[in-house]
């Protein structure tokens, strides 16, 4: 992706001096010396940027990498760049700015970040790595109560683990915020995973011929 590119509208259509000046301070060193990484234009501002530059780009190249990877079966390789990715988010998207218009992206690259996990999740699960998933999973849950597909993963980590005990007690708690916050009871298929912990089904052995 070429310089310029990047165009990442943060201030009010009308913003001051004082944010073009506050922007250029904390870009000052991201672009080669004689040029500038952030120049006014048409009212806003234009972040010109290598996509390895910017973490939002790079998190998707990590992502895209991943898929492919993912795709030919190299999942140990999709596994790692998922969680590099990953290690490039740090706290909530846009936090401290105070802005409407960009709570609907904010939400959209949230959605991202739950995507990758989800995936991360997945690859781990298909190469047996269930306890791994099982330690770090629940805090994402804990995080997105909400989120069936982070859910029912959870339950199958769990449950894969040998904690079948905890696997059970995250879809009673799934039921619970669901039926209070949304009214409705778990999906289908949660309440058909929660069957098949409970008769410990065969169906569920992972391919380290453990339970999952």
Same mark, same amino acid.
């Given at each position: 992706?070429?310089?310029?590119? #990047?165009?990442?509208?943060?201030?009010?259509?009308?913003?001051?001096?004082?944010?073009?000046?506050?922007?250029?301070?904390?870009?000052? /060193?991201?672009? &080669?010396?004689?040029?500038?990484?952030?120049?006014?234009?048409?009212?806003?501002?234009?972040?010109?940027?290598?996509?390895?530059?910017?973490?939002?780009?790079?998190?998707?190249?990590?992502?895209?990498?991943?898929?492919?990877?993912?795709?030919?079966?190299?999942?140990?390789?999709?596994?790692?760049?998922?969680?590099? #990715?990953?290690?490039?988010? +740090?706290?909530?998207?846009?936090? /401290?700015?105070?802005?409407?218009?960009?709570?609907?992206?904010?939400?959209?690259?949230?959605?991202?970040?739950? #995507?990758?996990?989800? $995936?991360?999740?997945?690859?781990?699960?298909?190469?047996? +790595?269930?306890?791994?998933?099982?330690?770090?999973?629940?805090?994402?849950?804990?995080?997105? &109560?909400?989120?069936?597909?982070? +859910?029912?993963?959870?339950?199958?980590?769990?449950?894969?683990? /040998?904690?079948?005990?905890?696997?059970? +007690?995250?879809?009673? $708690?799934?039921?619970?915020?669901?039926?209070?916050?949304?009214?409705?009871?778990?999906?289908?298929?949660?309440?058909?995973?929660?069957?098949?912990?409970?008769?410990?089904?065969?169906?569920? $052995?992972?391919?380290?011929?453990?339970?999952?």
């Amino acid at each position: 992706m070429p310089r310029g590119t #990047a165009c990442l509208p943060l201030l009010p259509a009308r913003p001051s001096r004082r944010w073009y000046g506050v922007l250029r301070k904390a870009f000052r /060193g991201v672009s &080669p010396p004689g040029t500038e990484s952030i120049i006014s234009v048409n009212g806003g501002y234009l972040l010109r940027a290598e996509p390895d530059e910017v973490d939002l780009l790079h998190t998707r190249e990590l992502a895209a990498r991943a898929h492919r990877q993912r795709d030919q079966g190299a999942l140990l390789d999709a596994a790692a760049n998922f969680q590099s #990715a990953l290690a490039l988010w +740090r706290g909530q998207p846009f936090e /401290g700015i105070q802005s409407a218009a960009l709570e609907a992206e904010a939400h959209q690259l949230q959605m991202e970040r739950v #995507a990758i996990l989800v $995936d991360k999740a997945g690859a781990e699960l298909t190469v047996g +790595r269930s306890g791994e998933t099982a330690a770090w999973l629940p805090a994402c849950v804990a995080d997105d &109560p909400l989120n069936e597909d982070l +859910r029912f993963l959870e339950m199958l980590a769990l449950y894969r683990a /040998g904690r079948r005990s905890d696997a059970l +007690r995250s879809y009673r $708690d799934a039921h619970q915020v669901m039926t209070k916050e949304l009214g409705l009871e778990p999906a289908q298929r949660l309440q058909e995973l929660h069957q098949r912990i409970l008769t410990n089904d065969p169906v569920l $052995d992972g391919p380290d011929g453990r339970p999952c």
